[in-house]
């Protein structure tokens, strides 16, 4: 039972490069989201998943695009990256909305 | 959608000392979560408790829903304690909402 898995741990991007940073939860959870960690900022909403094939978009969604095609994954696509997204992003899952939440261990994307 | 705002923001201690961290949220909660981040990034699930109190080890939160507030108790310190506490709280259709957290640093 590896709980939630990001990948990668580290990325440095050019700027308007695209990628995805991948999630992935083995706990058949229905929830799932993603955050941002800026310093002194704590750690912000970027998108939400409340079960396979629904998303939605929670405080800082400029950017960033998301899919749940499977109950077990929740890849978080940069577009077209900026300087501006450098930060740690963590992917998160629960049960339900308001269940315990379980973090990832953070994928630090630098963005030059 | 709801605030939750945490206190003190920094803290030092020397290694055995007790301390207590506040966290006070702006509207009634369905849930709420206190994690610790360690000094590697992770975060580390402490405590999830809607109400009352809970106690694991040196730890110990107590929620008080209809006063909004949620206090994390440390106790005899140690340096491996420290790092940055959050609270997270779940309210209405909103997902976890954090606060800015509160970073502790413990001295031998």
């Known amino acids: 039972n590896a709980g939630v898995t990001q990948t990668p741990k580290f990325q440095v991007l050019k700027t308007g490069q695209s990628m995805t940073l991948q999630c992935a939860q083995d706990?058949?959870?229905?929830?799932m989201s993603w955050y941002r960690q800026d310093p002194g900022m704590g750690l912000r909403l970027i998108h939400y998943?409340?079960?396979?094939?629904?998303?939605d978009q929670g405080e800082v969604p400029n950017g960033y695009n998301v899919s749940r095609s499977t109950t077990e994954d929740f890849p978080l696509r940069l577009l077209s990256a900026a300087p501006s997204q450098t930060s740690v992003y963590f992917c998160?899952?629960?049960?339900?909305?308001?269940?315990?939440?379980?973090f990832g261990q953070g994928t630090r994307l630098t963005v030059v | 959608g709801i605030q939750v705002e945490q206190s003190p923001p920094d803290l030092i201690l020397q290694e055995g000392a007790n301390s207590t961290l506040r966290c006070n949220f702006s509207?009634?909660?369905?849930?709420l979560q206190w994690f610790h981040q360690n000094p590697w990034g992770q975060l580390i699930n402490l405590f999830y408790?809607?109400?009352g109190t809970k106690q694991n080890g040196r730890l110990s939160a107590t929620t008080v829903a209809t006063e909004r507030y949620s206090l994390l108790y440390i106790s005899s310190s140690q340096t491996t304690d420290s790092g940055v506490y959050f609270c997270?709280?779940?309210?209405?259709?909103?997902?976890?909402?954090f606060g800015k957290g509160t970073r502790l640093s413990v001295i031998a």
């Open positions: 998160a899952s629960s049960y339900f909305r308001d269940s315990e939440a379980f």
């Open positions: 706990m058949n959870h229905e929830y």
């Open positions: 998943s409340v079960g396979a094939g629904i998303t």
């Open positions: 509207d009634s909660v369905n849930n």
């Open positions: 408790i809607p109400s």
């Open positions: 997270a709280a779940y309210s209405g259709n909103t997902p976890l909402v």
